[in-house]
């Protein structure tokens, strides 16, 4: 049976078929020869790794690296600050449960919800709006976190005259912008790139084509369950083996060519990309999505004048407390590197931005037993 009949045939969880796609991997590895370092980019992806111990099944020499891959991580301390600051000045902050601990330069929403400011955990930016309409009187805020998965959804939001009561502080991060960072990046040598399936089916799989030609480092879409990402891991060696900078899509049952074009037309009517920080990574050109200017009503920064300077510590960012975030999202290091993993920095009480979110690397490792490389146990 050829790999593309085995990409076709997946059941998700039948061992006979991992076997042969763990097969086909170590042939394929065996074939290149030497040492290959790939990356997803996706905190569900590293879920679905550590959670089956996938990296147990990859055969010597192949690296699965975790990049940028989780949007709480990415969100920087000073956009967290922006929120703290607007909740401590009276507004009524609304956002996902995970955003709540994340840290800002010095204090997270959690603080200042603890502190007395107005910090609401919603889950949807419909619930967000449901709350301005009940409270005419205040002004609420959304902290619209998330990729361009998530972006969608306050697009269609932002597009349907919501309340005039209510606002968005967008922080969403665009994907394709970070995977060129990470290519840019000299240390880095990433070869290979699974991508998001979730992001896929929005944005549609031909997005990675002029990524793929430019880098040199073909790109394979993947789904969640195990079978898909050893599916991706076959088409991405493949690929390599060959010398073959293309985009592939192993996760047909859910992602076209093209994507899901109406969900693009809100993106790009809502949004557009800026150069925005991604949290210990870098200045992203193009990585962060704004309001565009027709919807600035909308837009808490325009809206606010959010001043964070009684909120702001620069100097206690989580990096000068040993925090190596930046490193792990850059591929540039895994959770063991760091010293604090598992000990000063646990769920419980997370130091850096890794720890916090159920997508973040660090967490995900601490969750799976602290090193779900199996290769590197005992
Ligand atoms: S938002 Fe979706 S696509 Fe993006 S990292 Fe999370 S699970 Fe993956
Ligand atoms: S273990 Fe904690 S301190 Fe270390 S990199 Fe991860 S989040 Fe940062």
Not at 68 to 81: H, K, N
Not at 135 to 143: N, R
């Amino acid at each position: 049976m050829s790999n593309d009949d085995l990409f076709r045939q997946l059941k998700f969880r039948d061992p006979a078929r991992a076997r042969a796609l763990a097969e086909a991997l170590r042939h394929n590895m065996d074939a290149i020869g030497r040492e290959v370092s790939v990356m997803h980019v996706c905190g569900s992806h590293e879920q679905a790794i550590a959670r089956f111990g996938l990296r147990a099944v990859l055969p010597p020499g192949l690296e699965l690296i975790m990049g940028p891959g989780c949007p709480v991580c990415v969100t920087d301390g000073p956009e967290v600050d922006e929120a703290v600051a607007l909740a401590m000045q009276g507004v009524r902050v609304c956002t996902y449960g995970d955003m709540l601990r994340l840290p800002g330069t010095a204090r997270s929403l959690a603080d200042a919800q603890a502190d007395g400011g107005k910090v609401e955990v919603v889950y949807s930016i419909s619930q967000a709006v449901e709350l301005a309409q009940a409270h005419p009187e205040e002004q609420v805020v959304f902290l619209a976190s998330g990729f361009e998965t998530t972006a969608v959804a306050t697009a269609a939001v932002a597009l349907a005259s919501p309340p005039p009561n209510f606002s968005i502080l967008s922080v969403h991060k665009y994907v394709p912008a970070a995977m060129e960072i990470v290519a840019a990046s000299k240390e880095t040598h990433i070869e290979g790139y699974v991508a998001a399936g979730h992001a896929a089916i929005i944005t549609g799989w031909a997005i990675f084509e002029p990524f793929a030609a430019r880098t040199g480092a073909p790109v394979v879409v993947a789904g969640f369950e195990p079978l898909d990402i050893l599916a991706a891991l076959v088409k991405l060696t493949e690929l390599i083996r060959e010398g073959r900078p293309e985009v592939a899509n192993v996760y047909p049952r859910c992602v076209t060519k093209e994507g899901n074009l109406p969900a693009q037309r809100s993106l790009w009517r809502a949004f557009r990309t800026v150069t925005g920080r991604w949290r210990g990574i870098a200045d992203v050109p193009g990585g962060n999505l704004e309001l565009v200017p027709e919807l600035a009503a909308l837009d808490a920064r325009k809206r606010f004048r959010i001043d964070t300077a009684g909120v702001r510590d620069a100097a206690a960012e989580e990096e000068a407390k040993g925090c190596i975030c930046g490193r792990i999202m850059l591929g540039l290091a895994t959770p063991e590197h760091c010293a604090l993993f598992g000990t000063t920095c646990v769920p419980e009480s997370p130091v850096g931005a890794c720890m916090v979110s159920s997508e973040g690397q660090c967490r995900i490792w601490h969750t799976y037993g602290g090193v779900p490389d199996l290769r590197k146990v005992g």
